[in-house]
């Protein structure tokens, strides 16, 4: 399995970005997928997950401003995250497993994030 996480940057407050995890080694369309961030000194904490149904579940301080997606025929995992603030800074990491565990931070496999950061 592995899993490649790019997007991230630096935004000023209010911007957007769009993240994307391009995954490989595995049948995508079987697993469940998750994004999954840390801040600075914070535990990491699950920001959006996507099940192999398509069904979503979003952290509820998240939701509205974050969406995930995935397009299976290009085994791609997205998210686009609007009116960002300097909260939302953290690394940011793609999380697969074939479990739906939603927004846990138990995922068997990672990425090794991309960094957002929000001023």
């Known amino acids: 399995v592995q899993l490649v996480e790019s997007g991230g940057g630096s935004v000023q407050a209010g911007g957007s970005l769009r993240l994307s995890c391009a995954a490989s080694?595995?049948?995508?369309?079987?697993?469940?997928m998750g994004w999954i961030r840390q801040a600075p000194g914070k535990e990491r904490e699950g920001v959006a997950a996507?099940?192999?149904?398509?069904?979503?579940t979003y952290a509820g301080s998240l939701q509205g401003r974050f969406t995930i997606s995935k397009d299976n025929a290009e085994n791609t995992l997205y998210l686009q995250m609007n009116n960002l603030s300097p909260e939302d800074t953290a690394m940011y990491y793609c999380a697969a497993d074939r479990f739906n565990l939603q927004l846990s931070r138990y995922y068997t496999n990672w990425g090794r994030g991309t960094q957002v950061t929000v001023s």
């Open positions: 996507i099940d192999k149904s398509g069904a979503t």
């Open positions: 080694g595995f049948t995508f369309d079987d697993y469940a």
